[in-house]
């Protein structure tokens, strides 16, 4: 056989044939949409879906696996048993997403080049929709972190209140994806090991200047200025950003001196 031609385009080729136990989830899945079903609601039996899909056992069961796994079914054994529609936690949903970024070495920098975009959308948005309610949630969350704290546990729990402040926020979003994508970035903040490190420390944070831009948000949506709003929140992001990677580096040449110290020690001994 010659070989081929370089001169020759390559031959095209399909894409790769998906599985079937791939197809049989995705046709369950539109399932469960076009026939409405909802929390507690029960599939058709195994031997309906082996018929439907024409299918083997084996197949049809790992699919349903796979359904149980995303935490869209459970499948329970025994009397009255089968696969039920499970309601998909948000909860749940960012822990998966968790568990898919854990080895990405996400850092400070990468979570608020995020929320500098999106924040000032999540309040744009929330200022339409927010009610008197909803601004005195948030004015109570601030008293929670409006002075200093008497000791490591207050400082801590004023940390994680300051992130509340815009999960609560997120809740009078008309946009469920961005609503979810900036409290799972709250959460990052919260879980993140390096973030961690910031927020037990006794450093003075910037609250006059953060709760003055969280008041102005408040009076801004309690007079529906969505302009207003987005301005404010594009000023307090970039404004936390830079105070959080500052203490950032200042807690990384903390560490860097207390590690230095013992290594001049070991090597004044050696040279005596």
């Known amino acids: 056989m010659s070989p081929p031609d370089p001169t020759e385009p390559p031959t ?53 696996k796979a359904l149980e796994v995303q935490g869209l079914i459970s499948v329970r054994t025994g009397p009255g048993g089968g696969a039920f529609i499970e309601r998909m936690s948000e909860r749940r949903a960012m822990s998966l997403l968790s568990n898919f970024l854990f080895a990405k070495n996400l850092s400070i920098a990468n979570i608020y080049e995020m929320r500098k975009v999106l924040e000032p959308q999540l309040a744009a948005s929330a200022t339409l929709n927010i009610d008197e309610a909803g601004l005195g ?41 961005l609503a979810f994508t900036c409290r799972f970035l709250q959460r990052l903040l919260k879980d993140l090991t390096i973030a961690q490190d910031i927020y037990v420390q006794p450093e003075p944070v910037l609250r006059e200047s953060g709760i003055r831009h969280q008041h102005d948000l408040i009076a801004a949506m309690r007079r529906r200025d969505a302009t207003a709003a987005s301005a404010i929140l594009v000023e307090h992001m970039a404004e936390a950003e830079q105070h959080m990677l500052g203490l950032q580096a200042r807690l990384r040449d903390q560490f860097l001196s207390e590690d230095e110290a013992p290594r001049r020690s070991r090597s004044r001994k050696r040279s005596a």
């Not at 940390?159 to 926020?169: N, Q, T």
């Open 12 to 64: 095209s080729v399909g894409p790769a044939r998906r599985k079937r136990t791939d197809e049989i989830v995705d046709a369950i899945k539109r399932m469960i949409v076009e026939h409405g079903l909802g929390p507690g609601d029960r599939l058709p039996q195994e031997r309906e879906l082996l018929a439907q899909f024409s299918a083997s056992k084996g197949t049809v069961r790992e699919a349903l």
């Open 137 to 177: 949630r948030l004015a109570d969350i601030i008293r929670i972190y409006d002075h200093e704290p008497a000791d490591a546990a207050e400082r801590w729990n004023q940390r994680m209140a300051e992130l509340d402040f815009h999960s609560v926020v997120a809740e009078y979003c008309d946009n469920p994806i």
